[in-house]
């Protein structure tokens, strides 16, 4: 195994945090590795805690490392909330070589030309997503290099989000001894995962539903074109559990996980379960349609909201919805869907062994989106572990005796200065 072959992507959730080691061999990807750790530290997908986000991080990794026997040095981190916003761009330059072969640097410029924008100085360019190369006037390409041309243009979107949310983000991912190799927008590259060609080309909504929060993406001639966030997810479920049957947040948690059903008509009424009430030492004794009650009202309740939200922008969905995210693996959720939604729905799972689920669409996609878009953009993201476990920990930890030579150095020269101070003015 290679390590100039492998990648790691780092979704950091309100609920849990993910990483996913994959390798990539002849553009196929494969997964080698998972580590998954109860995010603390997080809140309806914004960091809260410092401190907790980075202990949830490094657990997370550790797992993964353990798994694959590998320790991992740089990541590629998904981004994700109600800040973010795409903008159009264009870039236009001319080709450089005698010949007038379009190449990696003609490629480079033009992506680095759209970017030439006015960008408030809250918010950061993070990516720039290309839509269509055009080539003296012929367009609908996807990759220009090779191709002869004097005048080289990109049709792309800008991806801008919030400077002090973003690094937070990467402060989080820094003090875990991480190194970022690039961001990612999550819905599109959950896309990437969830969605096929011709979906995406019809029209379709993309419907993340985490734990603190749910995403709603719209997908259109094989773009994005509009991302939301609804402040409502799997946390919400939680808290109505935790309140209707008079327990602890923990204990309705794992209701919710081992009993929780989101379709009353098909909950089972002999499906019992014991619970502690808070406050006392009796349990109390509960069946899955007492609880299907309150799961699909709250369900109900964000699908609404998501909706709403596509109603609002006014698209068209002939490609209807897919449904994907870590609340989703709850029994009952495609099947209320059903009877909520006006156009066909259906689950995302990824095709990967290891992370058949739900939760784990963003921190796959996030892998091929990255690798796909690298390529395109000349980005360099390999390596990204080191394979020999019993070297020394990595270069990012051996600075440390270096900044403290730095500092002895900067003491010589103040005393240095001080000495010539005290000769000119004593």
Same mark, same amino acid.
């Given at each position: ?29 494969? $997964? ?46 998904? $981004? ?8 159009? /761009? ?20 033009? $992506? ?59 402060? /989080? ?85 081992? =009993? ?10 002999? &499906? ?13 004794? =509960? ?10 009202? +709250? ?5 609404? =909201?998501?909706?709403?939200?596509? +109603? ?39 095709? =990967? ?22 390529? $395109?953009?000349?980005? &360099? ?14 270069? +990012? ?8 030579? &730095? ?20």
């Amino acid at each position: 195994m290679n390590n100039s072959e492998i990648l790691v992507s780092l979704d950091i959730g309100t609920t849990t945090i993910k990483v996913i080691i994959g390798e990539v061999l002849n553009d196929s990807l494969n $997964i080698i590795g998972v580590g998954t750790a109860k995010s603390n530290g997080m809140k309806k997908g914004a960091i809260v805690d410092i401190d907790q986000t980075v202990q949830s991080i490094r657990s997370a990794i550790e797992q993964a490392e353990r798994m694959v026997g590998m320790h991992i040095e740089r990541v590629v981190v998904g $981004i994700n909330g109600s800040h973010i916003q795409l903008q159009p /761009c264009h870039g236009v330059v001319a080709v450089q070589s005698e010949n007038r072969e379009i190449g990696d640097e003609d490629v480079t410029r033009v $992506i680095e030309g759209a970017q030439v924008i006015s960008v408030p100085p809250e918010r950061e360019i993070i990516d720039v997503i290309p839509k269509q190369f055009i080539v003296d006037g012929l367009d609908e390409i996807t990759d220009p290099r090779g191709m002869i041309g004097v005048r080289l243009e990109m049709e792309g979107t800008i991806i801008t989000c919030s400077k002090t949310v973003l690094h937070n983000i990467l402060k /989080c991912v820094e003090r875990a001894n991480l190194q970022v190799l690039d961001i990612c927008l999550q819905p599109l590259a959950a896309g990437t995962i969830a969605l096929s060609k011709d979906e995406k080309n019809m029209g379709v909504a993309l419907i993340d539903v985490g734990g603190g929060c749910t995403t709603v993406s719209i997908f259109e001639n094989d773009h994005l074109v509009t991302t939301n966030v609804v402040n409502l997810g799997g946390d919400n479920i939680t808290k109505d559990l935790s309140f209707g049957l008079r327990t602890s947040t923990e204990e309705a948690e794992d209701v919710k996980l081992n =009993y929780g059903h989101a379709f009353y008509d098909d909950a089972q009424e002999e &499906e019992t379960f014991d619970v502690s009430t808070i406050g006392s030492n009796k349990k109390q004794t =509960y069946n899955q349609l007492q609880i299907s009650d309150m799961i699909e009202a +709250r369900l109900e309740e964000v699908y609404a =909201y998501a909706e709403r939200e596509i +109603r609002k922008v006014g698209y068209d969905l002939p490609g209807g919805y897919v449904l994907t995210g870590g609340t989703i693996s709850m029994p009952g959720s495609l099947e209320l869907a059903q009877d909520l939604f006006p156009s066909n729905v259906r689950v995302a799972i990824p095709d =990967y062994i290891g992370v058949r689920e739900p939760q784990f669409t963003a921190g796959v996609g996030i892998l091929q989106f990255a690798y796909h878009n690298a390529k $395109i953009q000349g980005k &360099e993201l390999f390596p990204s572990v080191a394979l020999n476990t019993n070297e020394p920990k990595p270069k +990012r930890q051996m600075k440390q005796p270096k900044e403290k030579n &730095e500092k002895k150095e900067n003491k010589k020269k103040e005393s240095s200065f001080a000495n010539l101070f005290k000769y000119f003015f004593d």
